[in-house]
């Protein structure tokens, strides 16, 4: 009896230590370190692409838009009032996923008008809080950037002094406009972010948005 009793305890003993053994195993074989699928999301970076156009219904030089914005501008010409359209600036910068961007540039005067100073320099910045690849309901990849920001700082000729020795100088004082947003775009596909008017003109600036990933 007492052989009979040893013999079962000897392999419930062995049982127990078997299981735990394989408990541990399945514990030791969890991946502790992120997925190929994660590192590969790490390594996901996003070629953005900023344009700045002006809007006018003064004489501009027949520039050449780029081909990305071809489909943008048919649509701005059938639904705001001015003549021409020009490229003032693109500002292409790369961004990790996932991650911020904040940009400050100083550039000269982006609309030519008499009451804007042709000399004076403006002051821009360009923010983006987040910048992050999802998926929509489709499954359709899609770019989402939270906390696009634009901000610029424009040379406004207000009145003119006369000097001591006869001539007339320009009383310039800096006024501020930009946009603050969420939005969320097609990858690659070039989207119309807003407008700002500028200037006693009337002329706009257009923010034109697009971005696309890249492992590179």
Same mark, same amino acid.
């Given at each position: 009896?007492?052989?009979?009793?040893? #013999?079962?305890?000897?392999? $419930?003993? $062995?049982?127990?230590? !078997?299981?735990?053994?394989?408990?541990?195993? #399945?514990?030791?074989?969890?991946?502790? !370190?992120? &997925?190929?699928?994660? +590192?590969?999301?790490?390594?996901?970076?996003?070629?953005?692409?900023?344009?700045?156009?002006?809007?006018?219904?003064?004489?501009?030089?027949?520039? +050449?838009?780029?081909?990305?914005?071809?489909?943008?501008? +048919?649509?701005?010409?059938?639904?705001?009032? $001015?003549?021409?359209?020009?490229?003032?600036?693109?500002?292409?910068? *790369?961004?990790?996923?996932? @991650?911020?961007?904040?940009?400050?540039?100083?550039?000269?005067?982006?609309?030519?008008? @008499? =009451?804007?100073?042709? !000399?004076?320099?403006?002051?821009?910045?360009?923010?983006?809080?987040?910048? +992050?690849?999802?998926?929509?309901?489709?499954?359709?990849?899609?770019? *989402?950037?939270?906390?696009?920001?634009?901000?610029? *700082?424009?040379?406004?000729? &207000?009145?003119?002094?006369? =000097?001591?020795?006869?001539? #007339?100088?320009?009383?310039?004082?800096?006024?501020? !406009?930009?946009?603050?947003?969420?939005?969320?775009?097609?990858?690659?596909?070039?989207? /119309?972010?807003?407008?700002?008017?500028? @200037?006693? %003109? @009337?002329?706009?600036?257009?923010? /034109?948005?697009?971005?696309? %990933? &890249?492992?590179?």
């Amino acid at each position: 009896m007492n052989l009979r009793k040893s #013999v079962i305890t000897i392999l $419930f003993t $062995f049982l127990f230590l !078997t299981v735990a053994g394989c408990s541990q195993e #399945v514990f030791a074989q969890s991946p502790s !370190t992120p &997925t190929e699928i994660d +590192k590969q999301d790490d390594e996901t970076n996003l070629d953005t692409q900023l344009f700045l156009l002006v809007a006018t219904n003064q004489d501009v030089d027949d520039v +050449k838009l780029p081909a990305a914005l071809e489909s943008v501008v +048919k649509q701005l010409r059938a639904s705001l009032p $001015f003549r021409n359209y020009r490229l003032a600036a693109t500002l292409i910068n *790369r961004v990790k996923n996932n @991650g911020r961007l904040n940009l400050k540039w100083i550039g000269g005067p982006l609309v030519p008008s @008499g =009451a804007v100073s042709a !000399t004076s320099p403006s002051f821009n910045e360009f923010k983006v809080n987040n910048v +992050k690849l999802v998926k929509d309901a489709r499954n359709q990849q899609l770019v *989402r950037m939270d906390g696009f920001g634009f901000g610029v *700082r424009i040379p406004i000729i &207000t009145t003119s002094t006369v =000097a001591s020795n006869g001539p #007339v100088a320009p009383v310039i004082n800096y006024e501020s !406009t930009g946009l603050n947003t969420d939005i969320s775009m097609r990858e690659g596909e070039a989207v /119309v972010v807003g407008t700002l008017n500028i @200037g006693p %003109s @009337g002329d706009a600036i257009i923010l /034109v948005m697009s971005a696309r %990933s &890249t492992h590179k």
